[in-house]
């Protein structure tokens, strides 16, 4: 049975910081990372990153936010700089499996103020 916890959001003024953890256990995760969903838009990808090391970044988030895994503890840490308004969303930590299957973590709100 596949269990992911995330932790980290909150609320923070713009231009500041914050990071996101996501543990998961359970089975052998090639991909793990975050997508995000702001009211009334659809979820998007933030960052992802496979267990070779090769990462993939959101256009918006780029240079501003650095994802980061350990494979041994299938962790994976998002840390975000320079907050936007437009980052305020519910953040999930996604994971795909071996087999192959997704899946998504809770979700933790992160809300930047103007």
């Known amino acids: 049975q596949v269990h992911m916890v995330e932790s980290g959001g909150g609320l923070v003024q713009a231009g500041g910081s914050l990071n996101l953890s996501c543990a998961a256990t359970?089975?052998?995760?090639?991909?793990m990372g975050w997508y995000r969903q702001a009211p009334g838009k659809q979820r998007e990808l933030v960052a992802i990153?496979?267990?070779?090391?090769?990462?993939n970044y959101a256009d918006s988030v780029k240079g501003r936010f650095t994802i980061s895994r350990d494979n041994g503890k299938n962790t994976v840490a998002l840390q975000m700089n320079s907050l936007k308004p437009e980052d305020t969303a519910v953040y999930y930590c996604?994971?795909?499996?071996?087999?192959?299957?997704?899946?998504w973590g809770q979700g933790t709100q992160v809300t930047v103020s103007s």
């Open positions: 996604y994971a795909v499996s071996v087999p192959l299957a997704n899946y």
């Open positions: 990153v496979t267990t070779g090391g090769i990462s």
């Open positions: 359970g089975k052998i995760f090639i991909s």
